[in-house]
T-cell receptor, first 115, second 115 residues
Framework: GAVVSQHPSWVICKSGTSVKIECRSLDFQATTMFWYRQFPKQSLMLMATSNEGSKATYEQGVEKDKFLINHASLTLSTLTVTSAHPEDSSFYIC???????????FGNGTRLTVT | AQKITQTQPGMFVQEKEAVTLDCTYDTSDQSYGLFWYKQPSSGEMIFLIYQGSYDEQNATEGRYSLNFQKARKSANLVISASQLGDSAMYFCAMRAPFGNEKLTFGTGTRLTIIP
């Protein structure tokens, strides 16, 4: 079945640094990928839609200069958290859909801790 | 706007019993898709079952079935013969008409299976 790989699984960084998270579709091409954020014991909230070859579409309230998204190929989207702060600590998870009416497949997520 | 409501924050069920997780939704779209995902403590989102708004029969996938009542706008997940490995968070989600692939998630239900 379709597999989405996300890396790293967890990362700890100091406040003020930037962190890049990768999301890869391993056995299918994904023109669209989605980035979600999940705070502890809460639901997944869509942050942005990543479109291959064009600018990402951000949900209301999400700072596009803070969360940079690049979708340079049909199998890779990256999320960069710039100048991270402790309040950015969260679980970030990406998803992509294969052809047809298949469900969204999710990566395993990245747990970001900013100290 | 779409909205998913899961009214059961947590449930405890005896092993081997059946369990029903509630999900109601609100949408003005005629065509939509409903999903259930399982999230173990490790964080990954595991697709369980899908129901299209025009599907006449309730979806089934092994021990999982979806009790779809369109007029009531409910899409409850039924897990038969529960197992200890079923302990996890369960999220109901909705996708807008085909072509708009974003998922809107409910707040989730934490299911704990008691041996």
């Amino acid at each position: 079945g379709a597999v989405v790989s996300q890396h790293p699984s967890w990362v700890i960084c100091k406040s003020g640094t930037s962190v890049k998270i990768e999301c890869r579709s391993l056995d299918f091409q994904a023109t669209t990928m989605f980035w979600y954020r999940q705070f502890p014991k809460q639901s997944l909230m869509l942050m942005a839609t990543s479109n291959e070859g064009s600018k990402a579409t951000y949900e209301q309230g999400v700072e596009k200069d803070k969360f940079l998204i690049n979708h340079a190929s049909l199998t890779l989207s990256t999320l960069t958290v710039t100048s991270a702060h402790p309040e950015d600590s969260s679980f970030y998870i990406c998803s992509a859909r294969d052809i047809g009416n298949s469900p969204l497949h999710f990566g395993n997520g990245t747990r970001l801790t900013v100290t | 706007a779409q909205k998913i409501t899961q009214t059961q924050p947590g449930m405890f069920v005896q092993e081997k019993e059946a369990v029903t997780l509630d999900c109601t939704y609100d949408t003005s779209d005629q065509s939509y898709g409903l999903f259930w995902y399982k999230q173990p403590s490790s964080g990954e989102m595991i697709f369980l079952i899908y129901q299209g708004s025009y599907d006449e029969q309730n979806a089934t996938e092994g021990r999982y079935s979806l009790n779809f009542q369109k007029a009531r706008k409910s899409a409850n997940l039924v897990i038969s013969a529960s197992q200890l490995g079923d302990s996890a968070m369960y999220f109901c989600a909705m996708r807008a008409p085909f072509g708009n692939e974003k998922l809107t998630f409910g707040t989730g239900t934490r299911l704990t299976i008691i041996p």
